[in-house]
Each structure stands twice: as structure tokens, then as C-alpha cells.
């Protein structure tokens, strides 16, 4: 019997450690309330990312940026855009334009509830991108109709000839009527996709789709936190709960992660606008001496932080069509700059008449008012006094409207088919002191619209008439930690376009 007590005593003496060591920390909570190694991101099949709970998982009707990033997990597009803005097929076996047709045909790959997509699907998903509200209608604007020509096939009729028209069909696809599933309490799941994940159960993470058509990731699963606001977003991402991020940089405030980072092309271009109608403004020879005063690399460096390249054309400097044909300097070229001047009777080398402008800026934008002095101290050099002015948004486009201005800085959005006729044809959004008639770069516009003109001869005809003066091409960071490697490709078509290639240490 007394061996009996002994062995009973000894086991409730281990139990009662076993069970203190389990209290003592039963999940390995962190200072974020997370599960260590599962949700904090640190084990090798699975990391964490950021999402607004209050916001939704359906691509057309997300509101946050950061549920808008996930969202590019969970479907796939047509077709993606690499970092410089190369087409890459994705659901799409092919896409070929012809004129004002555009001809693509599906793969033969799977939802991830197993159903194949069809040529349907990608109409309803057409017509949910062009509705009112949807981020991606701007883009769609020269798509004029779709239709399904077979189970396979897309038909896009377009209301002009196009050649660049493929890269827009970045919208996601979605399980035709999948977005209107409700559970038993009547709220709205997250639409049926094709892409490397879908969102599980309880939609706080987002868990492999092994119906996914390419490579399985080694990241089984993209446990999530809740940051519904941009106060929560940079508390995460500054403590280092989050292992990604991506900041597009559009205002001065930038939310910064340590660990490693890539640059993010986008197709925000910074200019100077010009009132053509505005006394000397008219001449040439100005617009061209303000362009060739300018020091852009040093303008990016000093306004923009570096996150931004410096135009060498009209066009995105990375876009493969345009690299060989755009040749506008980075750098300040002075003698051109005082060439240009002489030819209408101005030269700061023997004092002489000298030029003072206006330009205009929206106060409400640091980064862009940093620049506008930039450039008003630049050309001083040159004996050009820039009056910088400074406006609300609302007072900044009353003045824009009426004409009210001589020089503007701008920033604009070129959809991903480069078309910058918006900027250039008189009553057009983006297009402001046009002068009146038509100009040569309305023709040569019409002209690669038409089939006659090629982007290089667009490229030759803006830098001689210089409409206006393109200054950089912003660009985005995507941020990430030390234990990630392999991040490669990341675009702003899809942050995560090499997910599959990502290692966890």
C-alpha cells in the first residue's frame, strides 16, 4: 500500500507541473493578441497580413486598400501587368486585337469551388467592372460591348482601334452570380474566385485553394488582422505584425516597415500644365526651355523621397515600347535652356528682360507643393521667377476650369493602355489650357488610334510640341520582413505576383 501512495503522490506532483506550465502561457500570446508562430506570420507555411474586417472580400465593391491588395489573392484577372507594364497572361489562353475587336480565350481551369469558368463568367465580371462605382471603370471606358462567342471565348468590341487594349483586362473574374450568396443570417459572402487563395470559414484568414491551376505557394495559409483604419494600419505595421506591406505613396505621410523593400512602379504621372492661350506660353521655345531648366532626377530626390523615376518622355520610362524613342534629359541642360530663351528675346546672361510665371498647386498636397518650389528655385537660375501659389483642392480646380492660371502642377493616372489623349483634346477631363483649333498632337493621337501612327511617332510629336511637362512617374513601396525571401516581380497589377516563389525562414 505505501508504494501505491508513493506512485499516486509522484504522478499528482507531475500533473499539477504539467498543468502550471500550461497556464503559465497556454498560447504564447504577443503584445498584438496573437498565437506566436501560427498568427504572427513566423512559421514557414504561413504569414500575416493586414485586412479591414468592417469591409468586404468582393473586388468590386471593396473600400480599403488593404482588403483591395487581398483581393488579388483570391481572383485571378485575364491578364496581369509584370513591374513594367508587360502583359501577362493569366486565366486568358490568348488575347488578340484586331481593329476595334478584341478576341480572348479561356483557359480550361477551375473555381475554387471546383466549377470550370466559363465565357460567361468573364461577361458578368466585364459588366461589374464597368458599373458606376467600380475602381476599374475608368480603365474599361473604351470597351463599347462584350459578348460570349462560345463556352470559351470573349468578344470585346471597343469604340476605338486600341493596340495597347490588353492591358486592361487586369479586373478579376468572379463565379458569375456568386456575389450575391448570403449566409443563413443574410450577409453576403465573399464572391467564388480562381486565384492562389481563398477566404475560409470564419473570413479571418485565407487558406490555399488547391483548385488554383498554377504552382502551389509553400505559404499554406494568410492569417490576418484586424486594422479597419489608417491609425491601426500604421500601429501594425511599425510594430512589425504585419509581413507585408505595400504604401502607394500618395500624400506625404508614409507608413514605414523595417526589413527589406521593393519599388512599385505606377502610371501617376507629376507634370506641369501649361496655358497655351497665355501670352508667351504659346511659344514653343518656352515650354521647351522650362522643360530643359528642370533637373528631375534631383526634383524626385528632394520632393518626392526617391519614390519616384524621372521622365525621360511622356510615357512611363520602364514601358519597353517607348525606352528607345523618348530622349528628354534628367538632368538640367542649360545651354538649351538659354538657347531656347534667346529665341524669344530673353537672356539672363546680360540681364536683360527677364521672365516672371505663375504656378499654381494644391496646398493640401505636401509632396506636390515641396515640388513646386523645387522647381520655381530651379529655374531662377535662368532668370524665370516662379510665383508659387498655393490652393485648396475645391479653389485649385475652380481655377483649372476657368482657365484661371499660367502654369499648373499636376498629377494624373494614365490608364495602363498609356492613352494620354484625356490630356491633350480640348473638353477632355484631364485637358486644361488647350489652345483652340487642332494641334498636331490631337492628329498624331488620332493617328495610333487609327492604325497610321505607331507610339514612337506619338513620342517624337509630344517632346517637340510639349504640350505640357512631364516631370516624373511616381512609385510605390512594398515593404516586407527579413524572414521572407524571393520576393520577385511585384507589380501594381498584383503585389503579390510571385507569392508561389516566397520562402519563409
Request: proline content about 3%; charged content about 20%.
Amino acid at each position: 500500500m505505501k508504494i501505491v501512495k508513493i506512485i499516486a503522490f509522484l504522478l499528482a506532483v507531475l500533473l499539477c507541473f504539467g498543468l502550471c506550465g500550461c497556464k503559465e502561457n497556454p498560447q504564447n500570446i504577443s503584445s498584438t493578441g496573437l498565437v506566436e508562430g501560427e498568427a504572427s506570420g513566423k512559421g514557414k507555411d504561413n504569414i500575416t497580413l493586414l485586412y479591414s474586417a468592417a469591409d468586404t472580400f468582393n473586388p468590386y465593391t471593396a473600400k480599403t486598400d488593404v482588403n483591395r491588395q487581398l483581393c488579388k489573392l483570391i481572383y485571378e484577372p485575364l491578364i496581369k501587368l509584370d513591374n513594367e507594364f508587360n502583359p501577362i497572361l493569366s486565366i486568358a489562353e490568348s488575347a488578340e486585337v484586331t481593329g476595334n475587336k478584341c478576341v480572348v480565350k479561356i483557359k480550361n481551369i477551375k473555381f475554387s469551388d471546383g466549377s470550370y469558368i466559363t465565357a460567361d463568367d468573364v461577361v458578368y465580371s466585364v459588366n461589374k467592372a464597368r458599373a458606376e462605382g467600380s475602381v476599374y471603370a475608368p480603365s474599361l471606358y473604351v470597351v463599347s460591348s462584350v459578348s460570349a462567342a462560345d463556352g470559351k471565348t470573349v468578344e470585346f468590341s471597343l469604340n476605338k482601334s486600341d493596340p495597347y487594349f490588353k492591358n486592361l483586362l487586369t479586373f478579376p473574374i468572379i463565379k458569375s452570380g456568386s456575389d450575391n450568396i448570403t449566409d443563413s443570417d443574410s450577409v453576403l459572402q465573399p464572391p467564388v474566385g480562381s486565384g492562389r487563395y481563398k477566404v475560409n470559414d470564419e473570413k479571418t484568414s485565407l487558406v490555399i485553394n488547391n483548385n488554383y491551376y498554377g504552382a502551389k505557394s509553400e505559404i499554406k495559409k494568410i492569417n490576418l488582422i484586424n486594422a479597419p483604419d489608417r491609425e491601426s494600419v500604421a500601429h501594425y505595421v511599425e510594430i512589425g505584425a504585419a509581413d507585408i506591406y505595400f504604401n502607394n505613396v500618395s500624400s506625404d505621410e508614409i507608413i514605414r516597415m523595417s526589413g527589406e523593400k521593393l519599388d512599385i512602379n505606377s502610371n501617376n504621372m507629376v507634370y506641369i500644365g501649361i496655358n497655351r492661350n497665355y501670352g508667351v506660353l504659346g511659344e514653343n521655345a518656352l515650354r521647351q526651355a522650362l522643360s530643359s531648366g528642370l533637373d528631375r532626377q534631383k526634383l524626385c530626390r528632394d520632393a518626392f523621397y526617391n519614390n519616384a523615376l524621372p521622365a525621360t518622355g511622356f510615357f512611363n520610362p520602364v514601358w519597353e515600347p517607348v525606352k528607345a524613342v523618348q530622349n528628354i534629359q534628367i538632368t538640367a541642360k542649360n545651354e538649351i535652356t538659354v538657347e531656347n530663351l534667346e529665341k524669344i528675346g530673353y537672356n539672363n546672361l546680360d540681364n536683360g528682360k527677364k521672365l516672371q510665371l505663375t504656378l499654381l498647386v494644391n496646398s493640401e498636397n505636401r509632396l506636390r507643393v515641396a515640388a513646386a518650389y523645387e522647381i520655381a528655385n530651379q529655374l531662377k537660375d535662368f532668370g524665370i521667377k516662379i510665383t508659387v501659389i498655393e490652393k485648396s483642392y475645391e479653389q485649385y480646380k475652380a481655377s483649372l476650369s476657368s482657365g484661371n492660371f499660367q502654369l499648373f502642377l499636376g498629377e494624373t493616372r494614365l490608364t495602363d493602355n498609356m492613352d494620354i489623349s484625356s490630356m491633350i483634346t480640348k473638353g477632355s477631363s484631364a485637358a486644361f489650357g488647350i489652345k483652340e483649333g487642332e494641334t498636331s498632337e490631337e492628329v498624331v493621337i488620332n493617328g495610333l488610334y487609327s492604325g497610321s501612327n505607331s507610339i514612337a511617332d506619338v513620342a517624337a510629336v509630344l517632346q517637340s510640341e510639349m504640350p505640357f511637362i512631364p516631370l516624373c512617374y511616381k512609385t510605390g513601396v512594398l515593404f516586407y520582413s527579413d524572414n521572407i525571401e524571393n520576393v520577385k516581380n511585384s507589380s501594381a497589377s498584383d503585389i503579390y505576383f510571385s507569392i508561389e516563389s516566397y520562402i519563409v525562414k
